[in-house]
């Protein structure tokens, strides 16, 4: 014991001189030789001064600072912070070589050969107060900015209950929830492009879903939304509303294994004259494989069904797609995905693609990808398209949803 | 479809229990939960020993335990930053949001290293803002987790008050015992050279005396190139280095290479519970101390 005391001493001598950056704590530190009774309570009054997450910290140093991003806000040491929401941006540009010019809006995907900007997003995003979140996304294009998303989210209701309102991407399958530098591919999966528009389904709307308590993941969600989508819904009258819903499960078959399937409805009216209907229907699935931390492979696909009334009666039109992402060490991605529109065809010709891509994020901060994509439209020649897509992104670290 | 709702209404009991439902987002914070909680609660984690913390998929398994937990026990310090907050607003658990007591930041009132004290932006790598986050290796500050631990448990299920401070009595009683013990075990690694994989190791080598003369890593978060490599065998010419510390979740090609160059051992290390045969906390230690003290002797 007293050989022990005096290393201890000995260590406790040293320790200063070799951590500079060290915030003590204002108590002493905790001796060894207290009861633990003794030392239980004065790290119990330590805590009770910390009600303040770093507080302990910032009690240390008084050059105590808050970072958001590449800022950094100096804390006033008796704890008032200023309580600015997380501002993070996100630019997207591809090189682009098309032996075919597309027509028509592309949304973000490149529209050109050449250069494309396809889009900076600017989000803000924070805890408006104990019961309430906002998240707001501002996207910047070649021609423009636009609300991409603006919404609130209840934190606070009974268990399993959520609320969203405002601007938002409909949960409609898997593609149309996914903001851009999400995907895993330079530019959007035609069915989705085709039904739900070239910028997806996002309307103002409410959403209400709930988490139903069973041993495993098993979520409703529903909408309602005024339906201004001009692909497929835009009804001309004020009460064309869009009544949209989805089921969610998901589970894990194994340790390193997660399967999702989810199924989804949008029931709206379209503009090709008063009462006509358009409902779309999807069902997505998800596989993924994460042996160890930098690995994984996951398969996504979806189809898509739409009825569509027009003058001449209902047409039938659907589509698919359906990928591979492998992961195969840390930075690098492979991926390949297959499209076709047109399973039936009626409004929408028959289509397929195919889009092999590589993708190298240098950090989780910034994106390159090289991507090839083979298209064939009908009775058309095929067409060739090639790009290579940069990122960035500045800000606190985006989470990544799954 | 009343038939699956009745099914779905009679299960729901069996999902509910009488314990204190504690998730951890680590084992070994699980692990501390199950120290200080004894019988009354029942703790379970989201990630596997063998994982890094820092990149997990916020999957919805996660989020169904989630929103079945009574209590969230997290590193803070934006360990887990590139996954919890989705899942945590997913998991529409009032109970354990932010700032209430069913959510314990572990950080809190702990001795934090690596505190940035100049401007921070991501040249310098993935460098968290607030501090190194690992600091579940300096067993003194798992005193104060375990603290913090007790009282968020006494919080939420006051009729446990009592148990919970007997027991955590006994935790902070057993732990110092260990610490004796465990410096008395290390007493010859101050000055000791040593390289490290990730910043992880930042705690253990502060409370006992190994220096880390280098990282694998060239800054936090960004994988070594094969030049940075060999630059760094180089430099070990003129140090002592007796180990290369690593977890097992990082790639080992190149701390391989650099050990075949140099004649440094390569240590493949556990940094939480759950890697074989390490049930706890004072398992985790004892199997860090007897690898490392392997090399070094």
């Given at each position: 014991m007293k050989r022990s005391a005096l290393i201890f001493l000995g260590l406790l001598l040293l320790l200063p001189s070799k951590a500079p950056a060290r915030s003590k704590p204002p108590a002493s530190s905790p001796d060894t030789s207290n009861s633990p009774d003794r030392e239980i309570e004065e790290i119990s009054n330590r805590l009770k001064d910390t009600s303040q997450p770093s507080a302990s910290s910032a009690a240390a140093s008084p050059q105590e600072t808050r970072s958001i991003g590449i800022f950094k806000y100096p804390v006033n040491p008796t704890g008032v912070q200023r309580l600015l929401p997380d501002i993070s941006l996100i630019g997207t540009f591809a090189g682009a070589y098309f032996s075919r010019e597309p027509v028509g809006d592309t949304g973000v995907d490149p529209k050109r050969t050449g250069i494309n900007l396809q889009e900076i997003e600017v989000a803000f995003q924070s805890i408006i107060d104990p019961y309430f979140r906002a998240d707001v996304m501002l996207s910047f294009g070649e021609s423009g900015v636009e609300l991409e998303e603006g919404y609130f989210t209840t934190l606070a209701l009974v268990k399993g209950l959520q609320i969203r309102g405002g601007k938002m991407r409909l949960p409609f399958g898997r593609q149309n929830q996914k903001h851009t530098e999400t995907w895993d591919f330079a530019d959007n999966a035609l069915a989705s492009k085709y039904f739900l528009g070239p910028d997806g389904l996002k309307e103002l709307g409410v959403e209400v879903s709930y988490l139903i308590p069973v041993p495993f993941f098993l979520q409703l969600q529903g909408t309602f939304s005024n339906g201004d989508n001009g692909t497929s819904f835009g009804g001309t009258r004020v009460k064309d509303f869009l009544y949209q819903g989805r089921v969610t499960t998901s589970f894990d078959p194994s340790a390193n294994t997660s399967i999702l399937i989810g199924g989804s409805a949008a029931l709206g009216f379209n503009a090709t004259g008063p009462g006509n209907q358009t409902k779309i229907y999807g069902g997505d699935f998800l596989f993924k494989w994460k042996p160890q931390s930098y690995r994984s492979v996951t398969w996504q696909s979806e189809y898509l069904f739409r009825q569509f009334d027009d003058p001449s009666g209902v047409q039938n039109d659907g589509g698919l797609y359906s990928y591979v992402d492998w992961q195969f060490i840390k930075r690098w991605h492979a991926g390949i995905r297959y499209d076709q529109v047109g399973l039936p065809s009626h409004l929408v010709a028959k289509e397929y693609r195919v889009t092999p891509a590589l993708t190298f994020n240098p950090t989780e901060f910034t994106r390159i990808r090289a991507q090839y994509e083979y298209d064939k439209v009908a009775a058309v020649n095929g067409a060739h398209a090639a790009f290579l897509q940069f990122e960035f992104s500045m800000g606190p670290h985006g989470a990544h949803p799954f | 479809m009343k038939k699956i709702l009745f099914l779905l209404f009679t299960l729901l009991p069996l999902t509910a229990s009488a314990k204190v439902n504690v998730v951890g987002t680590l084992p070994v914070f699980a692990s501390l939960a199950e120290e200080v909680g004894g019988d009354r609660v029942e703790a379970t984690s989201l990630a596997r020993g063998d994982q890094d913390p820092h990149f997990l998929d916020a999957k919805p398994a996660f989020v169904v335990k989630l929103n079945q937990a009574d209590l969230l026990i997290h590193g803070g310090l934006?360990?887990?930053?590139g996954w919890l907050p989705p899942i945590l607003v997913q998991a529409?658990?009032?109970?354990?949001?932010?700032?209430?007591?069913?959510?314990?930041?572990?950080?809190?009132?702990v001795a934090i290293l690596?505190?940035?004290?100049t401007i921070v932006n991501r040249s310098m790598g993935d460098v968290h803002p607030r501090g190194n986050?690992?600091?579940?290796?300096d067993p003194n500050n798992v005193k104060v987790m375990a603290v913090n631990i007790a009282q968020h448990l006494s919080e939420i299920d006051p009729q446990g008050k009592d148990y919970y401070n007997e027991r955590l009595k006994g935790f902070v009683a057993k732990l110092n015992q260990r610490i004796d013990e465990w410096r008395q075990s290390t007493?010859?690694?101050?000055g000791k050279q040593v390289i490290t994989y990730h910043k992880s190791l930042s705690y253990l080598t502060d409370w006992t005396g190994l220096e880390a003369v280098a990282n694998v890593e060239p800054k936090p978060g960004i994988p070594p190139s094969s030049r940075y490599v060999d630059e760094l065998i180089d430099k070990t010419a003129g140090w002592k280095v007796k180990g290369i510390l690593m977890e097992s979740f990082y790639p080992r090609k190149l701390p391989d290479y650099l050990s075949q160059k140099t004649n440094i051992p390569l240590v493949m290390i556990p940094t939480d519970v759950g890697e074989a045969g390490i049930k706890n906390y004072f398992d985790l230690i004892d199997a860090l101390i007897k690898k490392i003290g392997q090399v070094l002797s």
């Open positions: - | 934006e360990l887990e930053i529409r658990n009032p109970k354990i949001n932010s700032n209430t007591p069913g959510n314990v930041d572990l950080s809190q009132g690596e505190v940035p004290q986050p690992h600091c579940w290796l007493a010859s690694w101050k």
